[in-house]
């Protein structure tokens, strides 16, 4: 089955700074490419854990003795790794977002290049996909979604548009969907504005915002002192989170100050913010967005 090259790959694994004998989670596994390069690295007494909740993921385990693969959502991160007695881990990985093989598979709707049924869910258990959102949230609620989670300023006039349009007839796939949406597609930007639209159904759908603040306080409780964190985000809503966690603790705020005014926080900062060189972007295109941070537990 085909997956995509893993971003960043040696930036990535490199920022966990590998310890033969160490713990390891890798929470995105999609096509197995980070986990592949974390185990290269691991000595015979290591471990790695790795989870997805997309089942077609499951099709690309290695069969290693070290490695367990968790199918579940990363938001369980603490409580499925203490079924195997794992309470502390050295590093955890993540690459967030919508696999390769997620876009290009026509039926799971994450794409604008195909006709399909409006899905996007990332693992079928899920009881809310987009035609939901689509024919059932109310007004406020997908003027929410469009401006939260799409960035348009025209949330308004798109929630009023969709109301209007299946007050008619349900709207069931992309198509329709992109019929319905062509007021609000000038033809020299179309494909942005779209994937804007398409990206703002897929993160209410699958709870993304939620699920990442959920994972991150999680992988601030069960990484080690010196345990570290290596984080890809691929939109400003995801960067933005974990720039803020990892620089405070926390996501919105500031974090106490002590006795000297200096702050408290949990994290050292590793490096700078890392992207992919052009070489990288001309093999992968799905890599041009790519925004990599590293963090160490204090």
């Not at 899905?119 to 979604?145: G, Q």
């Not at 994937?195 to 601030?220: C, G, H």
Request: glycine share 6%.
């Amino acid at each position: 089955m085909e997956y995509h090259n893993p971003v960043l790959l040696k930036e990535t694994v490199g920022g966990l700074d590998i310890k033969p004998d160490g713990v390891y989670v890798d929470v995105t596994f999609g096509g197995g490419g980070h986990s592949a390069e974390i185990l290269r690295q691991l000595g015979p007494d290591g471990k790695l854990f790795a989870f997805d909740q997309d089942e077609d993921a499951l099709a690309n385990a290695p069969e290693d003795d070290r490695f367990t693969l968790i199918n579940e959502n990363f938001r369980f991160l603490k409580r499925y790794l203490r079924f195997y007695n794992v309470t502390q881990v050295d590093g955890i990985l993540a690459d967030l977002g919508v696999s390769s093989h997620q876009f290009d598979v026509a039926e799971r709707g994450f794409s604008t290049r195909f006709d399909a049924e409006l899905d996007m869910r990332m693992s079928k258990k899920n009881d809310l996909n987009a035609f939901r959102v689509v024919n059932e949230y109310d007004e406020a609620n997908l003027k929410r979604v469009f401006l939260d989670y799409g960035e348009l300023k025209n949330a308004p006039a798109i929630a009023r548009v969709i109301i209007e349009a299946r007050e008619k007839e349900p709207i069931k796939n992309t198509e329709q969907l992109k019929f319905v949406l062509g007021r609000f597609l000038p033809q020299h930007k179309s494909h942005k504005i779209l994937a804007q639209m398409y990206q703002a159904i897929r993160i209410e759908v699958n709870r993304e915002m939620d699920v990442l603040k959920e994972f991150l306080v999680q992988s601030l409780e069960i990484l080690k002192p010196e345990g570290r964190l290596s984080v890809i985000a691929y939109h400003s809503l995801e960067d933005r989170l974990v720039k803020r966690f990892m620089r405070n603790g926390m996501f919105e705020g500031e974090p106490e100050r002590d006795m000297f005014g200096n702050f408290s926080v949990p994290f050292k900062l590793i490096g700078k913010l890392i992207v992919p060189d052009e070489a990288e972007i001309k093999m992968n295109n799905r890599a041009r967005s790519a925004k990599l941070r590293i963090a160490e537990k204090r």
